[in-house]
């Protein structure tokens, strides 16, 4: 370990939560699938998306598990989460989920595009992490500007986010 409390990272990865749901990290948009800030600090959870996240998360973890490239080069680890470039991350995602027949198929069969897959994955992470500081009392609201309709959407599924995150390697 980094010789960092649990505490320190957690605040570490609200600190990137809020910079990404307020807008404060910037990155220009240089192609129309690019997905900048606004994509990512406008996001709102929903229940249909959900469905099809957790559908399409249960399929790419079948084949993150068995395909041994992803043993050296994760398809999205906190450390990603916490690299401070939201907009970088989904769009990267977003390519890697496009350019792996398996994991394209999984997306397909689920009916979720990668950008969109991509976009929901991060405001979940998000929204999870800012529940968890809730729960344990390091803060004791939503800060303004953030969110908070998507922290009540984690919130209300605090289980089933939990085993959809887990499922594709991301665990508390």
């Not at 990155?27 to 929903?46: F, G, K, M």
């Not at 999984?106 to 979720?112: M, P, V």
């Not at 609201?141 to 995150?165: C, D, H, M, Q, Y």
């Amino acid at each position: 370990m980094d010789g960092m409390s649990p505490a320190a990272h957690r605040l570490i990865a609200w600190t990137f939560a809020i910079a990404v749901l307020h807008g404060i990290a910037t990155r220009p948009a240089h192609a129309q699938a690019q997905i900048d800030v606004y994509d990512l600090a406008d996001y709102r959870l929903t229940a249909d998306v959900f469905k099809q996240f957790g559908e399409a998360s249960q399929l790419i973890g079948e084949i993150v598990r068995r395909d041994p490239a992803f043993r050296y080069a994760p398809l999205f680890t906190k450390e990603i989460a916490l690299s401070g470039d939201a907009p970088t991350a989904a769009s990267g995602l977003v390519a890697r989920l496009e350019n792996h027949p398996g994991l394209k198929g999984a997306l397909d069969t689920a009916n979720i595009s990668a950008r969109e897959y991509a976009k929901f994955m991060i405001a979940l992470v998000g929204a999870h992490l800012a529940n968890g500081f809730l729960e344990s009392g390091v803060l004791k609201r939503v800060p303004a500007g953030a969110p908070t309709i998507n922290v009540a959407f984690v919130k209300s599924r605090e289980a089933e986010v939990t085993a959809a995150l887990a499922e594709i390697g991301i665990r508390d």
